[in-house]
């Protein structure tokens, strides 16, 4: 079944128009030219190196330097990078610094947003033909991306409002919990 006849007409809010931005300044156009590695090294004011801490930015003047846990596996990995990757374009300052929990849970919503619109884009999402079983569709969207099927679950639940594992489909129509 193709989505673009099941996923419903959505805006695009100014964190997918930034993903979608930076994916037509690299020319990708299919999943599997979404190199994030590439892409954050075209940023010539940020570097990135796989180390055995925790993933995290660091923040000096008007550079990054990106840390990412070299003990995830190569998905984890690829998610991890578009995440702080994205904490460098949208914010400004050291976490470390605020002490209020709303706001980092803000900024890392914000985030974690972005990289599932750069890593999983809509447009792309939509050109897919996918048995519809909730299951199978997300292990072949999962691996269609090169994302987990944790990350391909939160990406898709941002299309559809609902966890997807609440969703049924009847006669190819989707039934389920929908947000208005």
Same mark, same amino acid.
């Given at each position: 079944?193709? %989505?673009? &006849?099941? +996923?419903?007409?959505?805006?695009?809010?100014? #964190?997918?128009?930034?993903? =979608?931005?930076?994916?037509?300044?690299?020319?990708?156009?299919?999943?599997w030219?979404?190199?994030?590695?590439?892409?954050?090294?075209?940023?010539?004011?940020?570097?990135?190196?796989?180390?055995?801490?925790?993933?995290?930015?660091?923040?000096?003047?008007?550079?990054?330097?990106?840390?990412?846990?070299?003990?995830?596996?190569y998905?984890?990995?690829?998610?991890?990078?578009?995440?702080?990757?994205?904490?460098v374009?949208?914010? %400004?300052? &050291?976490? +470390?610094?605020?002490?209020?929990?709303?706001? #980092?849970?803000?900024q890392? =919503?914000?985030?974690?947003?972005?990289?599932?619109?750069?890593?999983?884009?809509?447009?792309?999402?939509?050109?897919?033909?996918?048995?519809?079983?909730?299951?199978?569709?997300?292990d072949?969207?999962?691996e269609?991306?090169?994302?987990?099927?944790?990350?391909?679950?939160?990406?898709?639940?941002?299309?559809?409002?609902?966890?997807?594992?609440?969703?049924?489909?009847?006669?190819?129509?989707?039934?389920?919990?929908?947000?208005?």
């Amino acid at each position: 079944m193709q %989505l673009v &006849n099941l +996923i419903p007409d959505q805006h695009v809010n100014f #964190l997918e128009d930034k993903a =979608n931005e930076i994916l037509k300044n690299h020319s990708i156009s299919k999943p599997w030219e979404i190199d994030i590695e590439k892409i954050v090294q075209s940023y010539k004011n940020i570097k990135f190196f796989y180390m055995n801490y925790d993933s995290k930015t660091i923040l000096k003047r008007n550079r990054a330097i990106i840390l990412i846990d070299n003990k995830l596996s190569y998905k984890e990995k690829r998610e991890q990078l578009a995440e702080e990757f994205s904490h460098v374009l949208l914010h %400004l300052g &050291n976490q +470390i610094n605020y002490c209020n929990s709303l706001y #980092l849970d803000k900024q890392e =919503n914000q985030a974690k947003r972005m990289s599932a619109y750069l890593l999983c884009p809509l447009s792309m999402i939509k050109e897919l033909s996918v048995d519809m079983d909730a299951y199978t569709m997300i292990d072949e969207m999962a691996e269609m991306f090169d994302v987990t099927n944790e990350f391909m679950k939160y990406r898709l639940s941002l299309i559809f409002g609902v966890d997807i594992n609440y969703m049924a489909k009847i006669d190819n129509e989707l039934y389920g919990y929908f947000s208005i």
